[in-house]
């Protein structure tokens, strides 16, 4: 018998006790998280209302990723900062208007609405700037080059916020006010609830924006094969800066709606939620907007249950597990299709 014959039954013995042994692991989590539910059925509710919110943020981070890739198969590690620096944008803006981190009183809609709208612009020209001057000369550049600059701009950042904002940390300005609301037996705060909804309202807008828009079929046109597009005369600089610049204006609304549920904003507030919307794209399957939207949330579900019903210091670490095990059983991601690289 040959090392090719005796290598391929343990090859597929190997692929059918994977999904088994995830299964394994995953029970003992699950059967707490059941036990807890069963218990307080009120507690568990409210938990899904706030991990279906904070998902919803992650979920605009995640479509920055998915666009960035889906266009060009490039992770833009740097996108998480733009939501950093969106989210400092959100505070200016708000102490602009007269709100402080120590006012008790929240804004009207109209300067809610210019928050959110200052930051989601000056995100969007911060991330076409990224795209000219780190990712365009790049274009045609090995794949790793582009990745090891997308890092290097991520630091810049980090490190421009520090010199700017310094690194203590900011209140974020009550630009809503808290509020309990009561949905049924289930109370939770009005903030949650906002978070959601605009979340929402920004996906579907996305979603609108590129199935039905002339600009959408055109980055639909340079996902499916870029060299084709520009030989049919889409203006693909173009098309990319507007990609970088739509993902990036989604993270800078992530970024108001993640700091006014925050205590308080630093220079490194993005790295953590910028990598679980990461691995909420790659959960979803990167490059697939449905899949990013899913991935965000299922993330934002799966983090809340564990901090409530195992240990919230461990919850981040079950959430990066989910990134192996993705990896592992389905690389293409839940909505993702598999792909042939032609040699």
Partial sequence: ??????????????????????????????????????ERPTAFLRNLVEGVSLGGVYALIALGYTMVYGVLGLINFAHSDVFMIGAYVGIF?????????????????????????????????LGMVIERFAYRPLRNAPKLTPLVTAIGVSMLLQNVAILLFTATPRGFPPVVRAVPVALGPVTVTNVKLIDLAAAVLLMVGLTVLVRHTRVGRAMRALSANLDAARLMGVPTNRIIAVTFGLGSALAGAGGVLFGIDQPAI???????????????????GIGNIPGAMLGGLLIGLIEQLSSA???????????????????????????????????
């Fill in 266 to 284: 630093t220079p490194l507030t993005g790295v953590q939620p910028g990598l679980k919307a990461f691995v909420a794209a790659v959960l979803g």
């Fill in 93 to 125: 803006t708000a102490s602009a208007f007269g709100l402080l981190a120590t006012s008790t009183h929240g804004a009207s809609a109209g300067v809610a609405a210019a928050v959110l709208i200052a930051s989601m612009v000056t995100s969007a020209v």
């Fill in 1 to 38: 018998m040959t090392a090719a014959a005796t290598a391929a039954p343990s090859s597929a013995l190997a692929k059918r006790a994977l999904p088994l042994g995830v299964a394994v692991l995953a029970a003992y989590p699950t059967l707490l998280i059941l036990k807890g539910a069963a």
């Fill in 309 to 343: 019903y195992l240990s919230s210091s461990f919850a981040p670490a079950i959430v990066f597990s989910i990134l192996v095990v993705v990896l592992l059983v389905r690389p293409q991601g839940l909505l993702g299709k598999v792909t042939r690289e032609k040699v």
